[in-house]
């Protein structure tokens, strides 16, 4: 697993073992839904499940300004404050951490620090969590996590790494065994996967 870093698109502003939110530095570019994040210097992993841009201050709601505009772009051009007073955030839920510079699938012992850089993933990261599925039964058994979300995470993994079909092919599987008894859920899940 590889320690290169680029730039950073984000800081932790809340975690726990379990989750943390993260405010990009630019507005309106989030990691898509269902990407690989990672968190601080001993890197706490993470799928982006949630996306939200909101204003700053909560005590100034946002409120219509493009009653004379003709497109989206004319509202941040004669409002060039809105760049200030709005902000992109997203959640991301754990599904592994480093040790010994092996990215292990499972919630890290200790969440990111408050302040850390997030990273995207590179593609070797992607290729090491998705050497196994465990980090299937972590986003399956969380309450935030919907169908949608999981067939966005595996859908972009698969586009990133050079085993697709392998990927896809294990992850049927776990899926099959994960939801026994949903077959309803499971058929929907892999139809998702087929498009």
Do not use: W
Not at 115 to 137: K, Y
């Amino acid at each position: 697993m590889s320690n290169q870093l680029g730039r950073p698109i984000a800081e932790v502003i809340e975690a726990n073992i379990e989750t943390f939110k993260a405010q990009c530095y630019e507005l309106y570019k989030p990691p898509p839904l269902g990407s690989l994040v990672k968190a601080g210097n001993m890197p706490v992993y993470g799928i982006v499940t949630d996306i939200i841009t909101e204003g700053l201050d909560p005590s100034r709601p946002i409120v219509a300004r493009g009653f004379s505009a003709t497109t989206e772009e004319e509202i941040y051009t004669q409002n060039p404050q809105l760049m200030e007073l709005l902000c992109t955030k997203f959640r991301a839920i754990a599904v592994g951490y480093s040790h010994d510079n092996l990215l292990i699938q499972g919630y890290p012992y200790e969440p990111p620090k408050i302040h850390a850089f997030v990273h995207e993933c590179l593609p070797n990261e992607l290729s090491d969590l998705s050497s196994s599925s465990d980090f299937i039964h972590l986003l399956l058994q969380h309450p935030e996590v919907k169908d949608e979300i999981l067939t966005a995470t595996l859908i972009s993994i698969s586009r990133q790494i050079t085993d697709r079909e392998k990927f896809l092919v294990r992850a049927g599987k776990t899926l099959a065994i994960e939801l026994t008894g949903q077959m309803s859920r499971l058929n929907a899940i892999l139809r998702k996967l087929k498009q």
